[in-house]
T-cell receptor, first 114, second 112 residues
Framework: ELKVEQNPLFLSMQEGKNYTIYCNYS?????LYWYRQDPGKSLESLFV?????AVKQEGRLMASLDTKARLSTLHITAAVHDLSATYFC??????????????FGQGTILTVHP | KAGVTQTPRYLIKTRGQQVTLSCSPI?????VSWYQQTPGQGLQFLFE???????NKGNFPGRFSGRQFSNSRSEMNVSTLELGDSALYLC???????????FGSGTRLTVV
């Protein structure tokens, strides 16, 4: 059974600082997703990573994927308050019967302080 | 293009009742997945439908069921509601053969 683990689960950052969220998964996967969720809201897609070595950047966020290590990272550069949210990674199983199923990490609650 | 539409946004039900939630996917997307989000269990996969057929199912009791119509709209039903069914229910729209899942705004169900 595919398991996805994120760390840290809670992250309190100062504005302007850098930090990385880690996402480890237990079995071979084709695709890894990063989502953002604001309190009481739905999931907003941030990145889709489809291959080993994939790197994507959007603003202050950069995501990467190492399929050999079964590890994805979400790096935050020069954090600002607007980045405060919960961040989830989700993995789509490489198995042929994984239709529509994403397995999510526990989520990382990010709080950016002035 | 229109996103994923879920109705209703909020529901309050009494234990023992049943509830039906609706999800309209992005036009052209034929796959709809459902997820339950709770503070204790996180985001858990309920089931997925494609072309009116359930292709995948998570580990939920039989009280949770769903269906999909010919226009790809999907409904999920929970019968004999329990307090623990209180959650945010999210559906995701997916273009089969592609990648990327777009989530709807969710239905917040409260069971009292």
């Amino acid at each position: 059974e595919l398991k996805v683990e994120q760390n840290p689960l809670f992250l309190s950052m100062q504005e302007g600082k850098n930090y990385t969220i880690y996402c480890n998964y237990s079995t071979t996967s084709d695709r890894l997703y990063w989502y953002r969720q604001d309190p009481g809201k739905s999931l907003e897609s941030l990145f889709v990573l489809l291959s080993n070595g994939a790197v994507k950047q959007e603003g202050r966020l950069m995501a990467s994927l190492d399929t050999k290590a079964r590890l994805s990272t979400l790096h935050i550069t020069a954090a600002v308050h607007d980045l405060s949210a919960t961040y989830f990674c989700a993995v789509e199983d490489a198995g042929g019967t994984s239709y529509g199923k994403l397995t999510f990490g526990q989520g990382t609650i990010l709080t950016v302080h002035p | 293009k229109a996103g994923v539409t879920q109705t209703p946004r909020y529901l309050i039900k009494t234990r023992g009742q049943q509830v039906t939630l609706s999800c309209s996917p992005i036009s052209g997307h034929r796959s709809v997945s459902w997820y339950q989000q709770t503070p204790g269990q996180g985001l858990q996969f309920l089931f997925e439908y494609f072309s009116e057929t359930q292709r995948n199912k998570g580990n939920f009791p039989g009280r949770f069921s769903g269906r999909q119509f010919s226009n790809s709209r999907s409904e999920m039903n929970v019968s004999t509601l329990e307090l623990g069914d209180s959650a945010l229910y999210l559906c995701a729209s997916h273009r089969s053969g592609g990648y990327g899942y777009t989530f709807g705004s969710g239905t917040r169900l409260t069971v009292v």
